[in-house]
């Protein structure tokens, strides 16, 4: 069974802050995606990655940036935290390519005082 | 890019009673279509997809179809029971390239009154 793992489930962290979500897959998928859920607003992709050290931008990449220095590792970097950034962050990994359905972590509750 | 909607956002439905949930997209180049169910405080967990080469696929209770002529697809729960209360994402991807991704809906809730 196909396990992503997110570091943190709960996370509270101050204005200014540098913040680093991590994300761990154990089944040598090559995509790796950060999605940020909210309310109303579903699921929308900051970034993703197809291989290591390679990256795209998702729909909302602003005040955000990624790292992949390792197929099974995923991180996603705010590089100076706001309170608008408080949201559920969800990691999601899958097999290279078209039609490959994902498999997404636990979540991330964000919470930035 | 590609649009995703879902209609209604939310659905109440008799336990017992069937529920659809349709999405509609924008790009005629999607060809993968995965349903998401997300129950509260859980992770979105995948329930069933469909390639553009089909047009309708089941799996006990569940099924979705698919028009590409009118570029929607649409969840059938049938018999719904209260564990079937959840939140429900509708995706499409287009192309079969290393960096094809998923554009997701808003999602809907569907509650299943006892």
């Known amino acids: 069974d196909v396990k992503v793992t997110q570091s943190s489930r709960y996370l509270v962290k101050r204005t200014g802050e540098k913040v680093f979500l991590e994300c761990v897959q154990d089944m040598d998928h090559e995509n790796m995606f950060w999605y940020r859920q909210d309310p109303g607003l579903g699921l929308r992709l900051i970034y993703f990655s197809y291989d290591v050290k390679m990256k795209e931008k998702g729909d909302i990449p602003e005040g955000y940036s990624v790292s992949r220095e390792k197929k099974e590792r995923f991180s996603l970097i705010l590089e100076s935290a706001s309170t608008n950034q408080t949201s559920m962050y969800l990691c999601a990994s899958s097999f290279r390519g078209g039609g490959q359905p994902q498999h997404f972590g636990d979540g991330t509750r964000l919470s930035i005082l | 890019g590609e649009n995703v909607e879902q209609h209604p956002s939310t659905l109440s439905v008799q336990e017992g009673d069937s529920a659809v949930i349709k999405c509609t997209y924008s790009?005629?180049?999607?060809?993968?279509f995965p349903w998401y169910k997300q129950e509260l405080g859980k992770r979105p967990q995948l329930i069933i997809d469909?390639?553009?080469?089909?047009g309708e696929k089941k799996d006990q209770r569940i099924a979705v179809t698919l028009n590409k002529t009118a570029k929607h697809f649409s969840l059938h729960i049938t018999e719904t029971q209260p564990e079937d209360s959840a939140v429900y994402f509708c995706?499409?991807?287009?192309?079969?390239?290393?960096?094809?991704?998923?554009?997701f809906g808003k999602g809907i809730t569907l509650s299943v009154r006892p």
């Open positions: 995706a499409a991807s287009i192309g079969a390239g290393a960096n094809s991704k998923l554009t």
């Open positions: 469909i390639r553009s080469n089909v």
């Open positions: 790009d005629s180049a999607s060809n993968y």
